[in-house]
Antibody, heavy 125, light 107 residues
C-alpha cells in the first residue's frame, strides 16, 4: 500500500526552526517528484514547495522562499522540509504529497495523488 | 502567478441532487487542472486530473470538464459521503495554486 507519514511538527517560538519529515512506502520513491502543501487553521490549501525526482530541482512559494528548504534522502525514502525564521503566518497543518505524472497521450499532467495525514506546526510565544 | 477562483464558495444540497462547482483561472491553463475533495480533519483526495480524467477508485458520479480558463466539477447524484470541501488546483505552472474551495453541506 502506498503511504506517506509526516512527522516533526510541534510548537515553536517565533523566529525558531523546525524540520519536518515525510516517510514514504509502497512505491519507488526515487521515481517521483514530491510536494509540501500547508493549510492554516480554517483556511484553504497553499502549495509550499516541490522537489524533482532527482532532487536537483526545487521550487518554493514566495511566502517561504529563503526560509524553507526542501530536500530528500532517497536511501531512507524520506522527504524533508527545513523551516527557519518561522512566524505566526506559518502556523498550519503541513502535508507531503506524491506528484503523479498522468500521461494523457500527448502530455504529462501532474496531480497530487497520495497525501500524508499531515503534521501540525504552531508558531507562538 | 496564476490565480484560481471558485464559485460558489459554499452550497447547500440534498442527497440525490446534481451539484456543479466552477473554477476559473486568471489565464489559460489548457487542461492542467485538478480537483480535490477534503473532509474535516483529513488530507485532500485527488478526484479529477487533467480537467476531466477520473482518478482511479473515484466514483463515476464525479466528472470534470472544461479547458483554457474555465472548468466545472459535477457530482451527478450527491451521496452522504460527498459532503466536503472541494478545491481546484492548476498544475500548468509554478507556483501551483489552489482555488479557495467550495464547501458542500447538507440542506
Amino acid at each position: 500500500e502506498v503511504h506517506l507519514l509526516e512527522s516533526g511538527g510541534g510548537l515553536v517560538q517565533p523566529g525558531g526552526s523546525l524540520r519536518l519529515s515525510c516517510a514514504a512506502s509502497g512505491f519507488i520513491f526515487t521515481n517521483y517528484a514530491m510536494s509540501w502543501v500547508r493549510q492554516a487553521p480554517g483556511k484553504g490549501l497553499e502549495w509550499v514547495s516541490d522537489i524533482s525526482a532527482s532532487g536537483d530541482t526545487t521550487y518554493y512559494a514566495d511566502s517561504v522562499k529563503g526560509r524553507f528548504t526542501i530536500s530528500r534522502e532517497d536511501s531512507k525514502n524520506t522527504l524533508y522540509l527545513q523551516m527557519n525564521s518561522l512566524g505566526a503566518e506559518d502556523t498550519a497543518v503541513y502535508y507531503c504529497a506524491k506528484r503523479e505524472p498522468f500521461w494523457s497521450g500527448h502530455a504529462f499532467y501532474y496531480g497530487l495523488d497520495v497525501w500524508g495525514q499531515g503534521t501540525t506546526v504552531t508558531v507562538s510565544s | 502567478d496564476i490565480q484560481m477562483t471558485q464559485s460558489p464558495s459554499s452550497l447547500s444540497a440534498s442527497v440525490g441532487d446534481r451539484v456543479t462547482i466552477t473554477c476559473r483561472a486568471s489565464q489559460t491553463i489548457y487542461s492542467y487542472l485538478n480537483w480535490y475533495q477534503q473532509k474535516p480533519g483529513k488530507a485532500p483526495k485527488l478526484l479529477i486530473y487533467a480537467a476531466s480524467s477520473l482518478q482511479s477508485g473515484v466514483p463515476s458520479r464525479f466528472s470534470g470538464s472544461g479547458s483554457g480558463a474555465f472548468f466545472t466539477l459535477t457530482i451527478s447524484s450527491l451521496q452522504p459521503e460527498d459532503f466536503a470541501t472541494y478545491y481546484c488546483q492548476q498544475s500548468y505552472s509554478t507556483p501551483l495554486t489552489f482555488g479557495p474551495g467550495t464547501k458542500v453541506d447538507v440542506k
